[in-house]
């Protein structure tokens, strides 16, 4: 295997909360130094791109608006794609990323990571709208996330399981693990998926690559895959490590 390009998940990898983990800095640099492209690619459907683009920079993360790949911006892109207006389950922040969206006839309910305004009548109103006709998508569908304390928190998946089951239907998830939003990461790189690597913290959503015990990682959690990770490493500084061995 040689690896050209390096996709990257940033929460639980690069840091947790407002904490850069140790070495993430240093390691991310050394890819770049080693003239290996990135693409930031990650599940948070809390933050619009650009709130976190600046907490990136508050942390000292390098990553420009080009190269940051986010369920939102998947889903503004399907929206305008299929000629659909949403229905919004999110959280407050995030509605800025739908803002310029265009109002047509036909709807498409969009839900992500909405925290507190999971309320009854916001998943309720959301049913109703599925049971009229409207599409069906899902900005991600984790279980959960490590919070800004170090413990988990809900994330999306169960309130999306929650409609599944009362409407009948399937949400089409937009973010990871679709694979139509790993290949535009790949895309944007230039390569072949065989040449570029992703490397991330959660067993379920960043599909195979590298799995590294940070984050949201559980020992064990690389049991549940098939295939198995390319390879399971303690950091992001022994990902590059493992990385640069097959230059």
């Given at each position: 295997m040689t690896i050209r390009g390096v996709l990257l998940d940033l929460g639980g990898v690069v840091y947790v909360g407002d904490t850069v983990l140790p070495g993430a800095l240093d390691a991310l640099a050394r890819l770049r130094a080693g003239g290996y492209p990135v693409r930031g690619i990650t599940n948070i459907t809390r933050q619009p791109r650009r709130m976190l683009l600046e907490k990136l920079a508050r942390l000292g993360v390098e990553v420009a608006p080009e190269e940051l790949f986010m369920p939102a911006l998947a889903a503004r892109d399907y929206l305008s794609h299929h000629r659909l207006s949403p229905h919004l389950l999110v959280?407050?922040?995030?509605r800025e990323d739908?803002?310029?969206?265009?109002?047509?006839?036909?709807?498409?309910?969009?839900?992500?990571d909405a925290a507190t305004g999971f309320t009854y009548e916001a998943l309720n109103a959301a049913l109703r709208a599925l049971e009229r006709g409207a599409d069906f998508?899902?900005?991600?569908?984790?279980?959960?996330?490590?919070?800004?304390?170090?413990?988990?928190?809900?994330?999306?998946?169960?309130?999306?399981?929650?409609?599944?089951?009362?409407?009948?239907?399937?949400?089409?998830?937009?973010?990871?693990?679709?694979?139509?939003?790993?290949r535009a990461a790949v895309d944007s790189l230039g390569f072949a998926p065989g040449e570029t690597v992703m490397v991330g913290d959660d067993a379920e959503a960043d599909l195979h690559g590298v799995l590294v015990r940070t984050g949201k990682?559980?020992?064990g959690d690389e049991a549940a895959l098939d295939p198995s990770p390319d390879a399971v490493v303690a950091d992001l500084s022994e990902a590059v490590d493992w990385i640069f061995a097959r230059r």
């Amino acid at each position: 295997m040689t690896i050209r390009g390096v996709l990257l998940d940033l929460g639980g990898v690069v840091y947790v909360g407002d904490t850069v983990l140790p070495g993430a800095l240093d390691a991310l640099a050394r890819l770049r130094a080693g003239g290996y492209p990135v693409r930031g690619i990650t599940n948070i459907t809390r933050q619009p791109r650009r709130m976190l683009l600046e907490k990136l920079a508050r942390l000292g993360v390098e990553v420009a608006p080009e190269e940051l790949f986010m369920p939102a911006l998947a889903a503004r892109d399907y929206l305008s794609h299929h000629r659909l207006s949403p229905h919004l389950l999110v959280a407050n922040d995030l509605r800025e990323d739908f803002a310029d969206v265009p109002e047509v006839d036909k709807v498409a309910v969009v839900i992500g990571d909405a925290a507190t305004g999971f309320t009854y009548e916001a998943l309720n109103a959301a049913l109703r709208a599925l049971e009229r006709g409207a599409d069906f998508l899902a900005l991600a569908k984790n279980r959960s996330f490590q919070d800004d304390d170090g413990a988990r928190s809900l994330d999306a998946g169960p309130f999306v399981a929650a409609l599944e089951y009362a409407t009948g239907r399937e949400a089409l998830v937009l973010g990871k693990p679709s694979p139509a939003f790993f290949r535009a990461a790949v895309d944007s790189l230039g390569f072949a998926p065989g040449e570029t690597v992703m490397v991330g913290d959660d067993a379920e959503a960043d599909l195979h690559g590298v799995l590294v015990r940070t984050g949201k990682y559980r020992p064990g959690d690389e049991a549940a895959l098939d295939p198995s990770p390319d390879a399971v490493v303690a950091d992001l500084s022994e990902a590059v490590d493992w990385i640069f061995a097959r230059r």
